[in-house]
């Protein structure tokens, strides 16, 4: 979180913007998540969600306007994402492995416990990186180490379900795991085995079934299913296969291209009117039984809205931080966690400059092919239908 503090002056201006909000004490703190006006705290009233949701554009363009953010405070991690593995069965068409060329190795458990010595703060914890996950032969170890030292932190994971785990070690990874990301992008076998070289659809499902017999007290999985022009038209058809299985959340995510200089494939592919149709479609449905299913993006989002090189850190299986995990290519290495103290890679010369950036809602050269900022059209034609 960005915290920012003012004066009574400026309190009473966002009283302006925020009618019905009584302002207690000139002395206050902002905490600013996601971009927007999170709460006030210390001497100030609480804004209610709904506030939130009513006023929070307004409430951004205020903070960036009118407020200063602090050079010398220092940054906390709430957010850590970390590759506990690039081994994969995969090949999967939107991947950016072939943008990468590391040696293939796994985390182990003594250098996931020194890298997590570094945070007191984390609130969310994902292993995921470039490679399968439940590939590592001690997945669920690792989770216990995050848990040990995060214990109320949410710790999420992901997985392509084409796995040959028995019952027992599945539960093993399951068991204190929050939230597991179930990775499918068709609704019928060729679809998906064309789109996921190497994986199976017997395997998928033959997965799905020893997921909901191994499920767990707390365990949360959401299907992510990665839309293009070449599997929309399934997405009802999945919905439906998914019907006979504890899923809690369907998560339609329309495809980006996260290699190094390209900001989306072929933007005009995923534009047209059949696929902005099925998506418009299923996100005005507003499904929400027997599972949640929901069309991924912000049609809002600009440079601004960015939390990552403020709040969040990616690691990869050797130790290599960025500052965004869309953004992985080798040139964007802002250092290595087991070689260089945290307070060195928080102020990162190269951080610095994209946060003063994004604060000012400028593209840094880092951030120039986002692609959450190039879906920002499509996101609009399906979600407002603008």
Same mark, same amino acid.
Request: charged residues 25%; glycine residues 4%; hydrophobic residues 35%.
């Given at each position: 979180?960005? @915290? ?15 009618s ?6 000139? %002395? ?7 971009? #927007? ?14 506030? $939130? ?26 957010y850590?994402?970390?590759?506990? #593995?690039?081994?994969?069965?995969? /090949? ?5 492995? *072939? ?22 703060q ?16 001690? $997945?669920?170890?690792?989770?216990h180490?995050?848990k ?7 710790v999420?994971s ?17 068991k ?19 789109l996921r ?11 799905? %079934? ?38 809690d ?19 005009? &592919? ?6 902005i149709? #099925? ?9 929400q ?13 600009? +440079?601004?809205?960015?939390?990552w090189p ?20 080798? *040139? ?5 966690i087991?070689?260089e103290?945290?307070? /060195? ?6 951080? *610095?400059?994209? &946060?003063?950036?994004? #604060?000012?809602?400028?593209a840094? &050269? ?5 692609? +959450? @900022? ?8 399906i @979600?407002?239908?603008?």
């Amino acid at each position: 979180m960005r @915290k920012v503090a003012g004066n009574d002056t400026d309190l009473q201006s966002m009283g302006g913007i925020l009618s019905g909000v009584e302002w207690k004490s000139p %002395k206050y703190e902002i905490v600013v998540e996601r971009g #927007t006006l999170c709460y006030i705290r210390l001497s100030v009233t609480i804004l209610s969600s709904k506030i $939130i949701k009513d006023h929070g554009k307004n409430m951004q363009n205020f903070v960036h306007n009118t407020f200063q953010y602090s050079q010398d405070e220092s940054l906390v991690v709430r957010y850590l994402q970390i590759e506990p #593995t690039n081994y994969c069965n995969a /090949d999967c068409k939107f991947c950016i492995r *072939k943008f990468k060329s590391q040696e293939p190795r796994h985390m182990n458990i003594q250098e996931l416990d020194a890298l997590c010595k570094h945070f007191d703060q984390v609130k969310y914890v994902k292993l995921q990186g470039l490679g399968e996950c439940f590939l590592h032969p001690d $997945i669920g170890s690792l989770v216990h180490c995050l848990k040990t030292h995060f214990p109320s932190a949410s710790v999420m994971s992901s997985t392509n379900l084409n796995w040959s785990l028995s019952d027992e070690q599945l539960i093993d990874n399951l068991k204190e795991l929050d939230v597991l990301y179930l990775s499918i992008d068709g609704g019928c076998q060729e679809t998906y085995e064309d789109l996921r070289h190497g994986c199976k659809w017997d395997v998928l499902w033959r997965s799905m %079934k020893q997921l909901a017999r191994c499920k767990q007290e707390g365990n949360l999985f959401v299907v992510s299913f990665t839309a293009s022009d070449l599997n929309h038209n399934e997405i009802e058809d999945l919905i439906s296969l998914l019907y006979d299985y504890p899923i809690d959340e369907l998560r339609i995510n329309p495809v980006q291209d996260w290699s190094a200089d390209n900001s989306l494939a072929s933007p005009e &592919r995923y534009s047209n009117s059949a696929y902005i149709q #099925t998506l418009r479609s299923i996100h005005e449905k507003n499904i929400q039984e027997p599972f949640q299913v929901l069309i991924a993006g912000n049609e809002n989002f600009d +440079y601004s809205s960015c939390i990552w090189p403020f709040e969040r850190m990616y690691v990869d299986v050797h130790g290599n931080v960025f500052p965004c995990v869309i953004s992985l290519s080798d *040139k964007w290495c802002v250092g290595n966690i087991y070689k260089e103290k945290i307070e /060195d890679l928080y102020q990162n010369s190269f951080l *610095k400059d994209i &946060r003063e950036s994004l #604060t000012a809602n400028k593209a840094h &050269r880092h951030c120039r092919n986002c692609s +959450y @900022k190039a879906l920002v059209p499509i996101m609009r034609k399906i @979600k407002t239908n603008a």
